[in-house]
């Protein structure tokens, strides 16, 4: 078994100590500027058996109106997918390929044939069996264009076809060498689903996927709830967990429920059990109650942007202008506020937990108002309106940035918005239906988009959000909202894509990161988090070790004393 040309680097140390009044959670963010985050083992794998039985309500911030996890990329999907699918690989805490559903593997020495031998006795749901052709028809499905997969564009690009080589072999060819494969593999977006399933009847997968996971979709009311049957058969959890057998909930019911306050009273009033959605501004109310517990995790891949320009437009196509708005926020500010000191401030362009993040090189951009009246004065915009906005040719300093509030993070904006006023930018909000910006972004119509992160396992999560293939062009659904087409950044994505040692990768990632603080095509202002709570009497809880999400598989319910 060979791992991956590119694993990452989770330290085995454990955080520091608990919140007071609350020993089972995570510790708060660590302040700006630290280097890298990393979680016990124990977080990962299951200490003890639990006992069997009950349902658990889990309340979720909102609904992204389908359970195909394949074609949606989104922080929902990663978690409702591992209750239900199952990958060929698994991460274990230091980032190295482990077994799932794929028992062993080989690369080919030029890096463009993966070698996979499955396990035996695997079922889908609908009973059918786990072979060769069942992975070739998924890996199938998720590269076709007409599929629009949001993976399609950028995780698997490389993978041309697959050839089942008997009924437990499978072999992926792809085009050329592309270090992060196994990893991409490994996420809950590319988890199986039943072959007869997307043969027979694919406009089903949207309401009720069929996978081979821990637990299976009995009912499912867009925007109101999903509820989840534990499979009484299931005996392949990925080998790292520990765990062995069916999951120990009988049932699990997501409710969806939007607004932040209503998740938080319904879990103090014991009406769920488990928010996978806690709202950062009641974390410190829940740490203090002995009742609940909170969890907050940092992921992999890229921090939350607070703006993404979009460098085809003025005057923000002027980089100077990028970089003075850069320079204009107070991260730590917003960490205080709009983050209510639980989003950690960031001005790199990989996460804390990710490797060959680099923070030096992004030094110009922290927080140095001086600075960012400097360039603007130097960019021509010296004259200042009555409001103090600034002026140049007759025309405000204005910057207009298109969001849907999709993923609730824009109270950043706000925060933002007074922020550059104080060195002259007019920052207005321009908020859309999800449609509607989805459709302008398609046609490259907007000035900035809003707050958001895309979310990896790798350091390739720059070529997915900064490489000018990426770019949402025509038929094409990229990831790169800045619309950024720099040859000299794309040249170095791309080769460290291919793989090199660890010492040639560091470097590469360096300099890709150096760029990007030249370029300043989008924001970083803090990191991506995963932010849980749930009720003492939930046990068992381990993290996914691709995306520091729940699994549920290891859950149980202590109703003992109560």
Same mark, same amino acid.
């Given at each position: 078994? +060979?791992?991956?040309?590119?694993?990452?680097?989770?330290?085995?140390?454990?955080?520091?100590?608990?919140?007071?009044?609350?020993?089972? %959670?995570?510790? &708060?963010?660590?302040?700006?500027?630290?280097?890298?985050?990393?979680?016990?083992?124990?977080?990962?794998?299951?200490?003890?058996?639990?006992?069997?039985?009950?349902?658990?309500?889990?309340?979720?911030?909102?609904?992204? =109106?389908?359970?195909?996890?394949?074609?949606?990329a989104d922080t929902n999907s990663k978690w409702l997918a591992r209750m239900t699918g199952?990958?060929?690989?698994?991460?274990?805490?230091?980032?190295?390929?482990?077994? !799932?559903?794929?028992?062993?593997?080989?690369?080919?020495?030029?890096?463009?044939?993966?070698?996979?031998?499955?396990?035996?006795?695997?079922?889908?749901?609908?009973?059918?069996?786990?072979?060769?052709?069942?992975?070739?028809?998924?890996?199938?499905?998720?590269?076709?264009?007409?599929?629009?997969?949001?993976?399609?564009?950028?995780?698997?690009?490389?993978?041309?076809?697959?050839?089942?080589?008997? &009924?437990?072999?499978?072999?992926?060819?792809? %085009? *050329?060498?592309?270090?992060?494969?196994?990893?991409?593999?490994?996420?809950?977006?590319?988890?199986?689903?039943?072959?007869?399933?997307?043969?027979?009847?694919?406009?089903?997968?949207?309401?009720?996927?069929?996978?081979?996971?821990?637990?299976?979709?009995? +009912?499912?009311?867009?925007?109101?709830?999903?509820?989840?049957?534990?499979?009484?058969?299931?005996? !392949?959890?990925?080998?790292?967990?520990?765990?062995?057998?069916?999951?120990?909930?009988?049932?699990?019911?997501?409710?969806?429920?939007?607004?932040?306050?209503?998740?938080?009273?319904?879990?103090?009033? =014991? *009406?769920?059990?488990?928010?996978?959605?806690?709202?950062?501004?009641?974390?410190?109310?829940?740490?203090?109650?002995?009742?609940?517990?909170?969890?907050?995790?940092?992921?992999?891949?890229?921090?939350?942007?607070?703006?993404?320009?979009?460098?085809?437009?003025?005057?923000?196509?002027?980089?100077?202008?990028?970089?003075?708005?850069?320079k204009a926020i107070d991260r730590n500010a917003l960490s205080r506020g709009p983050g209510?000191?639980?989003?950690?401030?960031?001005?790199?362009?990989?996460?804390?937990?990710?490797?060959?993040?680099?923070? /030096?090189?992004?030094?110009?951009?922290?927080?140095?108002?001086?600075?960012?009246?400097?360039?603007?004065?130097?960019?021509?915009?010296?004259?200042?309106?009555?409001?103090?906005?600034?002026?140049?040719?007759?025309?405000?300093?204005?910057?207009?940035?298109?969001?849907?509030? /999709?993923?609730?993070?824009?109270?950043?904006?706000?925060?933002?918005?007074? *922020?550059?006023?104080?060195?002259?930018?007019?920052?207005?909000?321009?908020?859309?239906?999800?449609?509607?910006?989805?459709?302008?972004?398609?046609?490259?119509?907007?000035?900035?988009?809003?707050?958001?992160?895309?979310?990896?396992?790798?350091?390739?999560?720059?070529?997915?959000?900064?490489?000018?293939?990426?770019?949402?062009?025509?038929?094409?659904?990229?990831?790169?909202? %800045?619309?950024?087409?720099?040859?000299?950044?794309?040249?170095?994505?791309?080769?460290? +894509?291919?793989?090199?040692?660890?010492?040639?990768?560091?470097?590469?990632?360096?300099?890709?990161?150096?760029?990007?603080?030249?370029?300043?095509?989008?924001?970083?202002? %803090?990191?991506?988090?995963?932010?849980?709570?749930?009720? /003492?009497?939930?046990?068992?809880?381990?993290f996914d070790t691709s995306h520091n999400t729940p699994r549920f598989e290891t859950v149980?319910?202590?109703?003992? =004393?109560?």
């Amino acid at each position: 078994m +060979r791992p991956a040309a590119i694993t990452l680097a989770l330290m085995l140390t454990a955080c520091s100590a608990a919140g007071a009044g609350n020993p089972s %959670s995570d510790p &708060r963010p660590p302040a700006a500027g630290f280097d890298r985050l990393s979680y016990p083992r124990a977080d990962y794998a299951e200490a003890k058996p639990g006992m069997a039985g009950g349902t658990l309500v889990v309340a979720a911030a909102r609904d992204n =109106g389908t359970l195909d996890w394949q074609l949606l990329a989104d922080t929902n999907s990663k978690w409702l997918a591992r209750m239900t699918g199952d990958s060929l690989v698994y991460l274990d805490e230091q980032g190295a390929i482990t077994p !799932w559903l794929a028992t062993a593997w080989t690369v080919s020495p030029d890096g463009l044939v993966y070698t996979f031998t499955l396990r035996d006795g695997v079922t889908f749901a609908d009973g059918t069996p786990l072979d060769a052709e069942a992975v070739r028809v998924n890996l199938d499905r998720i590269r076709n264009p007409a599929t629009r997969a949001a993976m399609t564009t950028a995780y698997i690009a490389p993978y041309v076809r697959g050839e089942v080589v008997d &009924r437990l072999t499978f072999r992926a060819h792809l %085009s *050329e060498p592309y270090a992060p494969f196994l990893n991409v593999l490994a996420q809950a977006w590319f988890g199986l689903i039943s072959p007869k399933q997307i043969r027979e009847a694919p406009e089903t997968i949207a309401t009720a996927p069929i996978g081979s996971g821990p637990f299976v979709v009995t +009912r499912y009311v867009r925007q109101q709830e999903v509820v989840l049957t534990r499979r009484t058969d299931y005996a !392949w959890s990925p080998p790292l967990t520990g765990h062995k057998g069916p999951a120990y909930l009988e049932r699990i019911i997501v409710r969806t429920l939007p607004e932040a306050l209503s998740r938080y009273t319904a879990l103090k009033a =014991g *009406e769920v059990d488990f928010l996978n959605d806690a709202p950062a501004q009641k974390a410190a109310i829940i740490r203090s109650d002995p009742e609940l517990v909170f969890r907050n995790r940092i992921n992999l891949g890229n921090p939350v942007r607070g703006i993404t320009f979009n460098v085809d437009r003025a005057p923000f196509n002027d980089p100077r202008l990028r970089l003075a708005f850069a320079k204009a926020i107070d991260r730590n500010a917003l960490s205080r506020g709009p983050g209510f000191a639980e989003y950690a401030p960031t001005t790199a362009f990989l996460s804390a937990s990710t490797p060959y993040r680099d923070t /030096a090189v992004v030094k110009p951009l922290g927080y140095d108002p001086a600075g960012a009246n400097r360039l603007l004065d130097a960019a021509g915009w010296q004259a200042r309106g009555a409001d103090g906005i600034r002026v140049k040719d007759g025309k405000r300093l204005r910057l207009a940035v298109l969001t849907s509030n /999709a993923n609730g993070l824009d109270q950043v904006l706000v925060g933002i918005q007074s *922020e550059v006023r104080k060195v002259g930018i007019d920052l207005a909000i321009d908020l859309v239906p999800v449609a509607q910006q989805t459709e302008r972004r398609r046609l490259g119509n907007y000035e900035a988009f809003g707050p958001g992160y895309w979310h990896t396992n790798t350091p390739d999560g720059l070529y997915i959000v900064y490489h000018g293939k990426q770019r949402d062009d025509g038929p094409y659904r990229g990831q790169n909202n %800045s619309r950024l087409a720099d040859p000299q950044l794309d040249a170095i994505l791309a080769e460290a +894509r291919r793989g090199a040692s660890p010492e040639r990768l560091a470097a590469l990632y360096r300099s890709a990161q150096a760029r990007l603080a030249e370029l300043v095509p989008a924001i970083p202002t %803090s990191e991506n988090h995963t932010l849980v709570a749930y009720r /003492a009497d939930v046990r068992g809880l381990i993290f996914d070790t691709s995306h520091n999400t729940p699994r549920f598989e290891t859950v149980w319910l202590d109703r003992r =004393g109560s």
